[in-house]
């Protein structure tokens, strides 16, 4: 088979999971009596139909982006890092500590610095587990859980002692210094003169998407790349092969924490502009879904992210301006959604393919000749 | 034929929305994280809003917020479709507030729990201590073991306050009353995990507490049950929960947000609406506590008595409450 | 004698805390041992806990109650087996895609059916799992105190979880069945040579598997608690997965990591009262306290070698 024909085979899988997915989704807004059309129509037009829903949806997708790459990382060298939304909790430590008690440095210098200590605490958070899976074998889905709850302790902690605005009730850090934040998307295009709807859209979606480039570089062009992969199929043989297992797992989990930790960039830097409570809000598992639907494919990666993050944005309108549809509506659709999409892709390879067979049995002997 | 009507309905206000103008009257509120069934401070506004939607047959707009970036799209969006007046509930959304208001000028913004300087916005601060130090006192008074217990949902700044309230009316009662805190967690499943709840009750009635106020959300329904199970005392917040255990709940310390939620649209109805900070507390009847047919065999005329001298020595100022227990302001 | 009340207070505690993990775990051991990653445990046990509270709530009687928690329990199970080994679906997405969907159904009905905010009624006695007070349990002394304390006082099915324990362990090591289904989780290829149907040892396992994890969510709602409410959960399912694997899929170091977890947990809740740490750190402490074990003990291992990979017949030819 053709690389071509291959590959129009996993979109033709993948949009007719998407069609299905949509279509249980419909009946069940057709059971609370919601019309179905008219909610499609919302969503979408919420997530894509004008400037400021635009820029939302690739906000969302950013964080998705990196929480993804680190979770798909991770898999590739056979482990399963869950731990992302502490690892990104802890990136937002890193870069507001830069943020708030270095921001007298010019922005060409706070900013890399800043993103720097995002992935470093990532990194750091990240780098126990992987060190307890590689030398003492203890299971890193067990011990990055435990490290979600104790990110979660520690930051309230910090956050309700020592982070807390003076004076402010709240457990959140004072706002960042306008320097120490990423510039959002609308003020930079405006500096060469294009007018774009304001959103939270910023400069990290940039940096998210050089993020994926250089992770699949990374994986399939690089030595240490090949190593992961390696591990990640058969850890008996890549010792056979000299690779040492606990240091490419021990590796992994940096890169990994280093990738989810950039959420922070976006979200803390980018948006909130100052260390709030719980700013992951979930996308460290986001990520799980990301990644695993994204299989071997950068732009599968990125194309997921996206998906997730036009549910996520579109539904605001929708909860909005279709009164019977809840938050729970929405989080029940996300559910279908990831199961058709992400676990039930071979329900329709078979029918795409017999679809699709007759053509190729005509072009097999035709590329044979 | 009823889903039929209520869809063409449907239609016809949504065909109506964009062009929303002054004479149709549209408030709308914004739910903070844990939503309008939170068994807490959203639940309270909801039914603020429902109570002034059956009284005035106006329906309003809601929005439950998911992710904090929500925070601010909820209440641009709901000011963009031209919402006479939008209330925020809860103290995170005090920043989204603050950009929000500044770029709808005439949109009026009301915050409950949050201070927020600008001029169309009016900031709610309710002092949920005052009203936890008259329930804190009950609690002693009730108390055969001298050891009275408190549930907080997060080690948080907010709960503080009702701890420090609670702590503070418990010694104002009895200065020797021992009180045992216990905090349910540090992420958002600390508000809803009621097993967690009942499980911190039973540690501090094994360490004899015999009386304990939940300021937890969801969790404190476990501590409730688990009152109920062992024959103690317990304490509801917010709204009043004395029925969800007649017998056992000594008494509720309210919260009256869902009268700030339909004080804040009918004052924008009638033009009365006025921006600035109302701290509201005893006096203005906005915190209290719950007495009714559930719990009135459990109130003797003396701690009632003792209750009402302090509510007045509040309002009147002799005796000051304070927000934190810095300072040694918790110990008598 | 204070000291030894508060000591045995503790572990009633730990008992009680570990009850729903222990359920939880074993629904996982079945699954995995199978070759089914299971983390939709949260979802089964949301599930489970929902329809428990809510049948008991109608039908006035807390056996019909157990029973829809299995049953619903079982019917997701199905679900993730159709995804999973039927189409061969990436396991750990199925189990994920249902603890979200789960999520947001699960209050919605709830909202549907009883108009409460997503609660069900407050259930009576008749409707719950009481604690059963064993006979002669009211003596003085430390031994008296400790039958009375320890062993006495729990509800049916906290007796349920913990001889659940020795049972799948004589399932899953003396039985035929047991055998087949460690194998089937190990090399389904060997299995699936010998004649063995790999997907129906897979789907049995599941079964027991929700009817389990069902039985985790009703102890919250009818057993800990009177009546469901929202999100009741709060992450038990995850704990349940993170004990299993401290466990090595093993019934009985599965049941000493639950009562791990739960000590820590009921040790906290008292530490906290005494103020001396700040209280995440002393709330965090039963993770910290997990981590080092598994640090100090190391050597993980006895996960099922087809754990996570769907069977693909052709692939064997």
Known sequence: MTPIRSASIEVAVVASALVASFAVAGLVLAVIGADPIEAFRILVYGAFGYPEAIGYTLYYATSYMFAGLAVWVALKAGIFNIGGEGQAYLGGLGAALVCLFFDGLPPILLLPLAMMSAALFGAGWAAIPGWLQARRQTHVVVTTIMFNFIAGALMTYLLNNWLLAPGGGSPETRPFAPQATMPALHDILALVGINIAHSPANLSLLVALIAVACTWTFMFRTVWGYETRVVGANPHAARYAGIDPGAVIVRTMLISGALVGLVAVNEVMGVHKRLILDFPAGAGFVGIAVALMAGESAIGLVLASLLFAALAQGSLDLVIDMPMINREIVRLIQGVLILFCGALPSLFRKPVLRLLAPRREIAAPAGAS | ?332 | ?317
Not at chain 2, 265 to 288: E, H, I, K, M, Y
């Open chain 3, 1 to 317: 004698m204070e000291t030894a009340t508060q000591i045995l207070l503790l572990i009633a505690a730990a008992i009680r805390l570990a009850t729903p993990l222990l359920l939880a775990a074993l629904a996982g051991i079945y699954a995995e041992r199978s070759g089914v990653i299971d983390l939709s445990l949260e979802g089964k046990m949301l599930a489970g806990a929902f329809a428990g509270a809510a049948l008991a709530s109608v039908s006035g009687n807390v056996w019909v109650g157990a029973l829809a928690a299995m049953a619903t329990g079982i019917l997701l199970s199905l679900l993730h087996g159709f995804a999973t080994v039927t189409h061969r679906g990436n396991q750990v997405v199925a189990g994920m895609a249902i603890n979200i969907a789960m999520a947001g159904l699960i209050p919605t009905v709830a909202q549907a059916i009883f108009a409460l905010g997503g609660q069900t009624p407050q259930l009576g006695p008749a409707q719950r799992f009481l604690g059963l007070v064993l006979p002669f349990a009211d003596g003085d002394g430390l031994v008296a105190q400790t039958y009375a304390r320890l062993l006495s006082g729990h509800n049916a099915l906290t007796w349920l979880a913990f001889l659940a324990v020795p049972a799948t362990g004589w399932l899953l090591y003396r039985t035929g069945w047991g055998l087949r289904l460690r194998a089937v989780g190990e090399n389904p290829y060997a299995v699936d040579t010998a004649g063995l149907p790999v997907a129906r040892l897979r789907y049995q396992a599941l079964v027991v598997n929700g009817a389990l994890a069902g039985l985790a969510g009703a102890y919250l709602s009818m057993a800990a608690n009177a009546g469901f409410s929202r999100d009741m959960t709060a992450g038990k399912g995850y704990l349940a997965i993170a004990a299993l694997i401290f466990g090595r899929w093993a019934p009985v170091p599965t049941m000493l990591a639950c009562l791990l977890f739960a000590f820590a947990d009921a040790v906290q809740a008292q530490l906290q009262t005494v103020r001396i740490l700040p209280s995440q750190f002393v709330g965090a402490l039963p993770y910290i306290l997990t981590v080092l074990v598994l640090a100090l003990v190391g050597k993980g291992g006895g996960m099922p070698k087809a754990l996570g990979i769907p069977y693909i017949k052709e692939r064997g030819v």
């Open chain 2, 1 to 332: 034929m009823r889903r039929l009507l209520s869809s063409v309905l449907m239609l016809v206000v949504l065909a109506l929305a964009p062009a929303a103008t002054a004479a149709d009257f549209i408030p709308a509120i914004v739910f903070d994280m844990g939503g309008k069934f939170d068994k807490s401070f959203n639940q309270m506004a909801y039914e603020g809003a429902e109570a002034w939607r059956k009284e005035n047959g106006i329906t309003y707009r809601e929005f439950e917020v998911t992710s904090p970036v929500q925070r601010e799209q909820a209440l641009r969006q709901l000011a963009r479709r031209g919402a006479a007046v939008v209330v925020a509930i809860g103290f995170s959304q005090g920043p989204a507030v603050a950009t929000v208001a500044k770029e709808f000028p005439a949109i009026k913004f009301t915050v409950i729990d949050a201070i927020v300087d600008a001029p169309n916005v009016q900031s709610v601060v309710m002092r949920e201590h005052e009203g936890s130090f008259l329930v804190g006192m009950l609690a002693a008074m009730a108390s055969k073991t001298g050891r009275v217990g408190f549930v907080g949902g997060m080690d948080i700044p907010l709960i503080r306050k009702f701890a420090a309230g609670y702590r503070q009316g418990a010694l104002y009662a009895n200065p020797k009353i021992e009180v045992l805190e216990n905090m349910t967690g540090t992420t958002p499943e600390a508000w809803n995990d009621p097993t967690r709840g009942a499980e911190l009750a039973k540690a501090q009635f094994g360490r004899g507490v015999d009386v304990i106020y939940a300021a937890a959300g969801g969790t404190g329904l476990g501590v409730y049950q688990a009152a109920k199970d062992a024959g103690k005392l317990a304490i509801g917040v917010d709204s009043n929960q004395n029925y969800v255990q007649p017998g056992t709940m000594l008494t509720s310390m309210v919260k009256r947000i869902d009268k700030v939620v339909a004080e804040a649209f009918s004052s924008a109805r009638n033009g009365t609406w006025q921006p600035g900070t109302r701290d509201l507390g005893l006096a203005a009847d906005a915190v209290g506590w719950a007495l009714d047919e559930y719990n009135r065999p459990l109130i003797t005329p003396a701690m009632e008595a003792a209750v009402q001298q302090a509510t007045g020595d509040i309002v009147s100022g002799r005796i000051t409450v304070s927000e934190t227990c810095g300072n040694s302001a918790c110990t008598h």
